[in-house]
């Protein structure tokens, strides 16, 4: 039988480690990839969406507060994002049982929505309102301040419920 190399012993159990971590690593990247780009589907973290029947909804207006967001995405974006879905499901919790509101987050960077950059004609990471009246879009108003008021807390909440109030037309 063949002498091993001085130090060969330890170095299987090491390669072995890294090899097994790895795997590990790349397993849980396909994982992530496949749940995240399914078409159709938008992030899942922070949604709320409606409880309301959709039959319900024939004859309804509503306002969708779509987030628009990255894959990737900094401490102030994630801000925006945390402090605008708490406006919507602390302030506004009533219209979204009923239907009245939605909340969306959506991550642009995949496929199937950037059609939103168009539709919304966005430049930068949005909060946007949209109108829907009887399942059609009437209309929509992105909500530029956040990036000004995005480190006064306060009145950023403050122009996020009254822009929701006013779309809701309620305020």
């Given amino acids: 039988m063949p002498k091993n190399e001085?130090?060969?012993?330890?170095?299987?159990?090491?390669?072995v480690i890294a090899i097994v971590a790895a795997?590990?690593?790349?397993l849980s990247l396909a994982v992530f990839v496949q749940s995240?780009?399914?078409p159709g589907k938008t992030q899942p973290q922070?949604?709320?969406?409606?409880?309301?029947?959709s039959a319900d909804q024939v004859h309804h207006s509503k306002i969708i507060?779509?987030?628009?967001?990255?894959?990737v995405r900094c401490m102030t974006c994630r801000k925006i994002e945390s402090l605008s879905h708490d406006v919507v499901a602390s302030d506004f919790m009533a219209q979204l049982k009923t239907g009245d509101l939605e909340w969306h987050a959506v991550n642009l960077d995949l496929p199937e929505n950037t059609h939103f950059i168009r539709d919304y004609q966005l430049v930068a990471r949005s909060l946007v309102l949209v109108k829907y009246e009887n399942g059609k879009q009437t209309g929509y108003?992105?909500?530029?301040?956040?990036?000004?008021?995005?480190?006064?807390e306060k009145a950023f909440r403050?122009?996020?419920k009254g822009e929701l109030q006013a779309a809701l037309g309620s305020g």
Avoid: C
């Avoid at 795997?23 to 790349?26: A, D, E, S």
């Avoid at 507060?65 to 894959?71: K, P, R, S």
């Avoid at 108003?141 to 006064?152: A, S, T």
């Fill in 158 to 160: 403050k122009y996020i």
């Fill in 6 to 15: 001085p130090g060969t012993e330890r170095m299987k159990p090491r390669i």
């Fill in 65 to 71: 507060a779509y987030y628009f967001h990255g894959t």
């Fill in 46 to 53: 922070n949604t709320v969406q409606n409880t309301a029947n």
């Fill in 36 to 38: 995240s780009g399914k």
């Fill in 141 to 152: 108003k992105n909500l530029q301040e956040i990036w000004r008021l995005v480190n006064d």
């Fill in 23 to 26: 795997i590990g690593v790349l």
